[in-house]
């Protein structure tokens, strides 16, 4: 067992990257927040935008 | 097949992601009424600009009770007409058309902005809200001139916005002592009633004359200076509707009197 170099054996499950679970949760609300920004502050702030008469 | 948990659930936030993506888009579109400028004019040929209802001579109509239509030619390397003058808070709608080349038709700072094809009519109904200047540009590389095309718009507060024409009759030449009468014509292109006041001036002679234009229509006024009451010689005359002011120049006497120098 020593010859292997391997100290604990875990299942696929048992992995728990919790680091990168932040940092792609971060990048998630990032996305989101960029997109929010850009569609209702960039776009729809620059009034007027053509619209169909309603 | 086996795929982490934390992999399953980046999987279902970026499917969350695109269906956030199209319910903004569609909010937009079913919301807010925001639409794409496409190609449901009809074309006209950029040689038959000038023969066009519309754009023969480019202006801004009213033609509904809050509603304004703006025919708008660019070529290189400007847009007619200039000024745009709109009023604010009143549903317009822009024909732009080209004469020559691709240019586009951009008001600075917002979206009211389209390509302008040459062959087509791009229209966009827009209502801006607040009063101001807006510079208006083409973004489409249009020739050596495109740096220096531009043109403006002009948003008028709406109980300021006016369609007012005037144009002055006069004559050039009265003899000594004759009345000079000046014949104005003043065009309401509003489909409101026009109330105004006419201000005339000849020489250091002034009258005021009230006048009711009924909308879309032209009214003529006749002002009567009396001759006696002017200068012999050369005499500036004014005529004003509102921020419309018409001026010119009528010679009081005979020719002979303040020439001398002809042959």
Redesign the interface.
């Known amino acids: 067992m020593d010859d292997s170099g391997i100290s604990t054996e875990i299942s ?2 048992e ?1 728990d ?1 919790i680091g ?2 932040a940092l ?1 949760a971060l990048y ?1 609300v990032v ?2 927040l960029m ?1 929010l920004f850009t ?2 502050v960039e ?2 702030g ?9 | 097949m ?1 795929i ?3 992999e399953r ?2 999987l279902v ?1 970026s499917m969350v ?1 695109i269906v ?2 199209i319910v ?1 888009i569609t909010y ?1 579109t079913v919301g ?6 496409d190609d449901r004019e009809e074309t006209i040929s950029p040689d038959d600009v000038d023969e066009d209802d519309r754009f023969q001579d480019p202006r801004v109509e009213q033609v509904g009770e809050n509603e304004f239509e703006a025919y708008v030619v660019s070529m290189t390397f400007l847009f007619q007409p200039d000024p745009i003058e709109i009023p604010a808070n009143n ?1 317009v709608t822009f024909y732009v058309t080209s004469r020559d080349v691709i240019h586009s038709f951009t008001v600075v ?4 902005n ?1 390509m302008v094809i040459p062959g087509e009519v791009s229209a ?6 607040e009063p101001g200047e807006y510079g208006v540009v083409c973004n489409e590389y249009c020739g050596p001139g495109h740096h220096d095309m531009e043109g403006s718009l002009i948003v008028h507060p709406e109980d300021e916005y006016s369609l007012t024409e005037l144009s002055v009759d006069a004559p050039d030449q009265v003899g000594p002592g004759e009345d000079v009468e000046l014949t104005i014509s003043i065009q309401n292109g509003l489909l409101e009633d026009l109330e105004t006041t006419v201000d005339v001036e000849v020489g250091d002679e002034t009258l005021e004359q009230d006048v009711t234009v009924p909308g879309g229509e032209t009214e003529q006024v006749s002002v009567t200076v009396d001759g006696d009451d002017l200068e012999p010689g050369d005499a500036e005359w004014s005529a004003s509707v509102d921020d419309e002011v018409e001026t010119g120049t009528v010679t009081i006497g005979d020719d002979a009197d303040d020439g001398g120098d002809e042959p």
Not at chain 2, 109 to 112: E, F
């Open positions: 696929h499950d992995f990257p990168t679970l792609i998630f996305l989101t997109w569609y209702f776009f729809v620059n009034a007027p935008t053509p619209t169909v008469l309603l | 086996n982490h948990a934390y659930l980046w936030a992601l956030g993506f903004t937009g807010l009424g925001i639409t794409m400028v549903e700072g917002t979206n009211t389209t966009m109904t827009v209502e801006f809200d």
